[in-house]
């Protein structure tokens, strides 16, 4: 699976962003994904995670009631960002896991098997 993620950009404090990931051709079976995301120096972390249902979501505590994971059918996924701190400046992945399991959700970054590229956001205090 070929993914394509969009999105990123500057904004100040207490902007939004919505990124989107969207596979570069037709998928016949629905993925678990998630979005990730490594600022420099740092290691990939999980941002937040959706079954292949949309019934099960995870998401960072770090960005609990800030950020939104919504997906739709074709293996395509959003991340709604509100009231962006500088913190949440990294360049953003997005993921698909190819475990075929309802309630399954990647919560690492060694869970994904297919990447999509980086998208960068960039919050300015």
């Known amino acids: 699976v070929q993914l394509q993620a969009s999105g990123g950009g500057l904004v100040q404090a207490g902007g939004s962003l919505r990124l989107s990931c969207t596979p570069s051709a037709r998928t016949f079976t629905e993925y678990p994904m998630g979005w990730f995301r490594q600022a420099p120096g740092k290691e990939r972390e999980l941002v937040a995670a959706?079954?292949?249902?949309?019934?099960?979501l995870k998401y960072a505590d770090s960005v609990k009631g800030r950020f939104t994971i919504d997906r739709y059918s074709q293996n395509t996924v959003y991340l709604q960002m509100n009231n962006l701190k500088p913190e949440d400046t990294a360049v953003y992945y997005c993921?698909?896991?190819?475990?075929?399991?309802?309630?399954?959700?990647?919560?690492?970054?060694?869970?994904?098997?297919?990447w999509g590229p980086g998208t960068q956001v960039t919050v300015s205090s």
């Open positions: 993921g698909a896991d190819q475990v075929e399991n309802n309630r399954y959700i990647p919560t690492k970054s060694a869970d994904i098997d297919w």
């Open positions: 959706v079954s292949r249902t949309g019934r099960n």
